[in-house]
């Protein structure tokens, strides 16, 4: 290479940096001026921090959530909206919002109300006034961050079409009964009110204030739970022979199931399968008749669990029938995955984007193996599921956890930014 072109060279070189630093720079004061700020929402989150205190203080179970349901709806009524739905799902809440820009789709926007049987220790002048109950997942963050969207969309209606304002029972437990998201979905919300798309939020303790998460495709995990009864021939421990031990069955059982994920399943692919109760005899000389085994299943995909329920019943009982043994399979499908469709991700990721800027906003945030009952609601109906940041607080269901305040804005303006930006003209 000549000198010349050596200087040549490095002369493109330089104008092409410079190039790139002007367009980068305009390009980050494109998206300054395109994101919100999020001092608009200062005023409600005042209020809002006020309301989700009361909730902590008074956190409810499952479906008896009357304190819980009738403080939402007087808000709701407060903010001048007059579509208010109550008792659906028990102690459910729909309420609908129109806006002022004409004719169009409508959007469902959900929150969870309930909280959990846990003692509280987050010594918090808010903490629970109802020993052994506390908001640990902190539901009462996001039922104050949608009320706070719902007064602010309520005032400003600058978007056509509706939203439904979701409120849902028993996400945690559901009291003997199936969980509060599906029992929405079949009381039919999503048919009364038309609605064509639905998103969540949860709260994410660990990631920063201000900061989203979220991934295209599965973002929890289903579970399942299973349980197993090995049925032998009880008998003195000191004469085996005479029995049909169902101890030692149940042990091979166990280590059987272990070779369901290690041999037999896709290593790129995620499926848990837990034993965590085993109960057999009450005596150190007894070998019992029966033994009971229960566990749970985690799974991201639909032919896994197909997997899981067919193989878990095989292994148990072809184990059992080489030593005479046998088995009771039962197997309970409880949440399905929860997955994310394709066009509504783009959305929410894009309202999250327009609110705290590109690099805030981590899109392939790996998937979780926790369940959440949002996931009956996005097999009802396409949208999205999206975490927000709790800053670096205890984790969710851990008696020291406390839904952190400082999202509330951040949790509002997701909300309204979504229903801008989907609802625009
Ligand atoms: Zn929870
Ligand atoms: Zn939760």
Known sequence: MSRGDEFGRRLADLSDRMLKTRHSSLRNGLEEMDMQSIDKYRDIQAEATEWRRYLHQH?????????TARFVAEKLASFGINHIETGIAKTGIVAVVQGGRGEGPTIGLRADMDALPILEASNKPWSSTTAGQMHACGHDGHTAMLLGAAKYLAATRDFKGSIALI??????DGYGDRLGGQKMVEAGIMERYGISR???????PGMDIGKFGICHGPIMAAQDDFEIIVKGKGGHASRPHDTIDP???????IIGLQTLVSR???PVESLVISVTRFTGSNSNTVIPDRVGMAGTVRTLVPGLRDFAEKQIATTAQGIARIYGAEVDFDYQRYVPVTVNHPDETDSAIAAARRLVGPSSVDDKLRVRMGSEDFAYMLEARPGAFIFIGNG?????HHPA???NDEAIPYGIGYWVNLVETELGS
């Open 167 to 172: 409120f849902q029972p028993a996400e945690e």
């Open 264 to 266: 037999q399943t896709n």
């Open 392 to 396: 670096p607080t205890a984790g969710v």
């Open 59 to 67: 956190p409810e179970l499952d479906y008896r959530l009357e304190n």
């Open 247 to 253: 101890v030692v069955i149940a042990a091979q059982i």
């Open 198 to 204: 639905v998103f969540g939020m949860h709260n994410f």
């Open 401 to 403: 956890y406390d839904f």
